[in-house]
């Protein structure tokens, strides 16, 4: 094959293996995925809502603050809601409003302070933490209560850090559950959860879909959006965009 054939090949398959791409800060949206989130207030507004679960204590529109990006000065969005002071995690979470199944998602946080929390719901289920200075299955970077990270990322407070999801959703036959979630996930360009399942949502009825039923053991085939919790602390956000995939007999690794 000549070297002009061979990059044509290159060309082509780079536009159809989208998953294969670059991961970390600052990485933009691959093809056919939706910014959702640019840090922006107008943004905020067009693409997001408050989760409207059981302890649910905010008002709409989102109370959640515009900031100033210490590093770049650009524009970024707190987790900082009132609602969520002290820890009330599900008081004045914010969802997409666009909801799914299957997907790949970036996502770039800033923890401003020691301690900070906040974290991210893979389809309003599964939590992936963000919590600074707890290393353990509770962490940063851990999927909650079940998997820590095979690497420590973690590029500390006061800097951008950047999650690259990619999530199969349970699978179900007839109504029931035949394949739990999987996911793989990169931290800061590192990968750190390889196509791993998820047994369960985790915190109970307040924590999102299906944490009250069965302990959060019961999963239904319901999709849901991407989520941010609030608890009370300056994490910010900026750069999340999503691309919805079908991942029918695929792994999540990439």
């Given amino acids: ?72 000065g650009g524009p970024v969005i707190s987790s900082n809601d009132p609602a969520g002071a002290g820890g009330k995690y599900g008081a004045a979470d914010i969802v997409t409003k666009e909801k799914y199944r299957d997907f790949r998602a970036h996502v770039e946080f800033f923890v401003k302070d020691p301690g ?65 979630a999987r996911t793989t996930i990169y931290f800061n360009g590192v990968k750190i959860h390889e196509d791993q399942p998820i047994q369960q949502v985790w915190g109970g009825p307040n924590s999102g879909i299906d944490g009250g039923n069965d302990g959060g053991k019961g999963i239904t085939d319901t999709p849901g959006g991407l989520k941010l919790q609030a608890e009370g602390h300056d994490v910010f956000y900026r750069n999340i965009w999503i691309k919805k995939l079908d991942l029918d007999g695929k792994s999540t690794d990439f």
């Fill in 1 to 72: 094959m000549s070297p002009k054939a061979l990059f044509a090949v290159i060309l082509f398959l780079a536009g159809t293996m989208p998953l294969f791409s670059q991961t970390g800060v600052g990485t933009k949206p691959i093809k056919g995925a939706k910014l959702v989130l640019d840090g922006t207030e107008k943004m905020l507004h067009k693409n997001w809502e408050y989760w409207e679960g059981p302890r649910f204590s905010s008002t709409m529109p989102i109370k959640w603050p515009a900031a100033t990006d210490p590093i770049d």
């Fill in 116 to 180: 900070g929390n906040s974290g991210v719901y893979l389809q309003n289920r599964y939590e992936i933490q963000i919590l600074d200075g707890d290393n353990t299955n509770h962490g940063m970077a851990a999927i909650i209560n079940e998997q820590i990270p095979t690497s420590d990322a973690y590029n500390g407070t006061g800097k951008w850090n950047a999650y690259d999801i990619v999530f199969k959703a349970a699978r179900f036959e007839n109504g029931v559950l035949t394949e739990k």
